[in-house]
Every structure is written in structure tokens, then in C-alpha cells.
């Protein structure tokens, strides 16, 4: 099978720890976090149960916005349609996308029902009023708002859709992204993972379903988010949104810092099951397709940054999926327990984080792992290391039985 020549030109990156590039790297590796418990009006229940743990999370400060956005635009932009906005701006100007036809370029939205927060406030502000309701809500209230959003601020022209994968979502993005390129359809492909703004029935909805921490730190927030650890009880909801620019690396000469590295193989499979436990032979099976498209052998891999929600099941699923695949000798290290768990916005975001640690030859901390429940594997401890990675797998995972993995080669 001929390899394939698809890289990544220019990122974006919008997360609780830094907004963009320079900021987000450096809290990455310092090992930064900015968890707490949530105050984003919405967040919380109205009244919530003597006793009921507040939900903690990670939660983005004021956005810096494009200067050039229209205000009227962003008057009734939800917050997920600012974050891409941002988040795309800063991947625009890295990989220099204004010197690229407007009809060459595409977009991928990866992420479903993001809005829900804005939805629900904006229900109870117009309930028993709702002829009064606003004429961009019949816009707003669909995904594909975040696309008609970005192609109008930045002239997109191509094509643009959205994907749904769940938590998973913006790694499929990246897969449609590269078989757009692939084809011919654009010569650039934009895959963003769209920050899924949460309310509180989404929040109760996962805790009620044993995947949303945490009870058991509702007084130490900051010790919440713990994947691979024996004290996880789920995982910590972390608001972000990561942009990648896809396109082939004989194209890829416009930006002054990419490409950062090269998609030498990837892959997606199923396991055909609505709910959401996983399963080590989806998760091996996307592991080894990946492989096979990049024609690495394991033990060639030297780092993987791995799905790590801190979900019982989860972890404990994905760390025997890497041993059968032969994977137990590679660095690993926990994005979550920095960043939260971005969900649809998470496999993006995990990936940009995977590119950044390579182009800087350093691999972040682990935070929180105090008891790693396979202390025979190579984890990065509490300070970042210096490694130089010349082939990583990010794994991203999603309920629904959704199973992806990508190989990235050092440039």
C-alpha cells in the first residue's frame, strides 16, 4: 500500500489551560490545570438534592475573538460557534490559508447536540413568552450553525459539514478531513473539534450513567481528574476546541511553524453496540489498521497518547487493548488530567497536543496518577520528560462502539 503524503499545516487550540499555540504548549508541559467547580450559568442544578456533589470541570476564561468578526455576528453566537471561531482564526493565520482559493478549502465540524447549555437557558428565558423568541434560534440550534459561522467569517467555500462520534468526534473530523484531501474534493481540509458546551441535564445525565466524576473529590476538584489511577470514579468535564488544518506535504509550505507531522496511518471500526462500554477487540482492531496504513510495526512506536477518560471500565479496557497490540514498552502520559475531558472537542485537541509534544521533544505530565492501576507500564510521571517521539498513536474513543486511532511520523 503506497503511504500517504497527508500532514498537519496548522493547528488551533482553545482549552481551560491557554488559548492558543504558545500558551496551551507551555501549560501542557508544566502540567497546569484549572479545575474546579463549575460556574458557567447552567452548569449547576436549580436545586440540587441535600448532599448532591456539585459538578466540577475545567472551564475556558474570556475568549480572545477575532478582531475582524463582525459584532452582530457574535451577539448571537453560542459560545461553542466563539470557541471555533477563535480556535480556527489562530489555525487559519499558522497555516497561511489566505494564499488558498476559498473553493479549494473544506470544513469538518466534529460534534452533535453542542449547544445544549444555550438551548436549555435559552428555554427557560422565553418560556411562556415564545413568540418573542429570536429568528436566529431557528438557525442556532443545529450544528450545522458552526459551519455556516466559520464559512462566512472566513470565506470558506469548498464544502462543510458536520460528524457526529461522540467523544470521538474530533478525531473523526480529522478522518473525513483526510479522505476529503485525499480524493481531490479540496486541496485544504479544516477539521475542528467543537467545544460541546454542557448543561446540567447532560451533566446529571453521565453521572447518572457512572461516567461523569466526581463524588468522591467534590471538596478537592483539583484531584479529580485521574485517569489510569485506582481512585478515578469517571471522567472530568473539560471545555475546549481544537482546529487542524489537513492538506497533502507537497502543499503544506506556506506556514512559518508546520507542517508538525505527517498522518502516516489511521483507521476507524465499530463494535456494532449502542452502549457505552468499550471493547479491547474494536480498540485493538483500530490500533492495528492504523499500523498497517503506516507500515510501522509496534515496536516502533515510542509514544501513545492514549483515550484515558478515568471511567472503570475504560481505562482498564484500553490498557489491555495496548498490550495485546504489543504496546506495553511505549511512553504514555494522560492529556485528560490536564485539559478535562473535552468530549466532542477531545480527540482534536489530544491530537494538537501529540503534534506539539513532538515538535518540542518533551512529554507532558501525568497529573493525579498516585496509583496507576498498571505500574508496569511506562508512564510519565509528575514532570514532563524529554523524549523525542519519531512515531505516536492517538487513540480516541466513543460511546456507541466508535473506535479510532492515528498514527503521526515525526517530519
Known amino acids: 500500500m503506497k503511504k500517504p503524503d497527508i500532514v498537519i499545516s496548522g493547528i488551533g487550540v482553545t482549552a481551560a489551560i491557554g488559548q492558543g499555540r504558545d500558551a496551551f504548549t507551555a501549560a501542557l508541559l508544566a502540567g497546569e490545570h484549572r479545575f474546579g467547580v ?27 475573538l477575532p478582531p475582524d468578526v463582525p459584532r452582530a455576528l457574535l451577539r448571537t453566537a453560542s459560545l461553542s460557534g466563539q470557541a471555533a471561531l477563535a480556535t480556527l482564526h489562530e489555525a487559519w493565520q499558522d497555516a497561511a490559508l489566505a494564499q488558498v482559493a476559498p473553493e479549494r478549502i473544506g470544513l469538518v465540524i466534529g460534534g452533535s447536540n453542542v449547544q445544549q447549555r444555550e438551548l436549555v437557558q435559552l428555554h427557560d428565558a422565553y418560556r411562556g413568552r415564545e413568540q418573542y423568541l429570536r429568528p436566529t434560534y431557528g438557525m442556532s440550534f443545529m450544528d450545522s450553525d458552526l459551519c455556516g459561522l466559520c464559512s462566512e467569517v472566513f470565506g470558506i467555500r469548498g464544502f462543510a459539514c458536520t460528524v457526529g ?15 476529503a484531501v485525499e480524493s481531490g474534493r479540496v486541496d485544504v481540509c479544516i477539521a475542528i473539534g467543537a467545544l460541546m458546551d454542557l448543561s446540567y441535564w447532560e451533566c446529571q445525565g453521565f ?70 462500554n468499550p471493547s479491547v477487540d474494536g480498540e485493538v482492531g483500530a490500533v492495528r489498521r492504523a499500523l498497517q496504513m ?71 505530565p501525568c497529573r493525579n496518577l498516585d496509583e496507576p492501576i498498571d505500574d508496569t507500564l511506562r508512564w510519565v510521571g509528575p514532570q514532563a520528560v524529554e523524549h523525542r517521539i519519531d512515531h505516536a498513536l492517538n487513540l480516541s474513543m466513543g460511546f456507541g462502539g466508535i473506535n479510532t486511532a492515528v498514527c503521526l511520523q515525526r517530519i
Open 294 to 364: 503506516a507500515g510501522v510495526s509496534p515496536s516502533r512506536i515510542d509514544y501513545v497518547n492514549p483515550h484515558g477518560t478515568g471511567s472503570n471500565i475504560g481505562d482498564t479496557t484500553e490498557l489491555a487493548s495496548l498490550r495485546r497490540c504489543e504496546l506495553d514498552h511505549a511512553w504514555l502520559n494522560t492529556t485528560k488530567s490536564i485539559v478535562g475531558h473535552g468530549l466532542s472537542a477531545a480527540g482534536a485537541v489530544e491530537l494538537i497536543a501529540v503534534a506539539l509534544q513532538m515538535k518540542e521533544g518533551q512529554l507532558h
Open 38 to 64: 463549575m460556574r458557567r450559568p447552567g452548569r449547576q442544578r436549580p436545586a440540587p438534592a441535600e448532599g448532591d456533589a456539585p459538578f466540577i470541570g475545567a472551564e475556558i476564561g474570556e475568549l480572545a
Open 165 to 179: 462520534g461522540a467523544s470521538a468526534s474530533g478525531q473523526v473530523a480529522v478522518l473525513e478531513a483526510i479522505a
Open 207 to 276: 453521572r447518572s450513567l457512572g461516567a461523569m466524576g466526581s463524588s468522591h473529590f467534590a471538596d478537592e476538584p483539583a484531584r479529580a481528574s485521574r485517569p489510569f489511577d485506582a481512585g478515578r470514579d469517571g471522567f472530568i468535564f473539560g471545555e475546549a476546541c481544537g482546529a487542524l488544518v489537513i492538506e497533502r506535504q507537497g502543499t503544506a509550505q506556506r506556514g512559518t511553524h508546520g507542517p508538525y507531522a505527517r498522518l502516516a496511518g489511521w483507521a476507524m471500526t465499530l463494535d456494532g453496540n449502542r452502549n457505552p
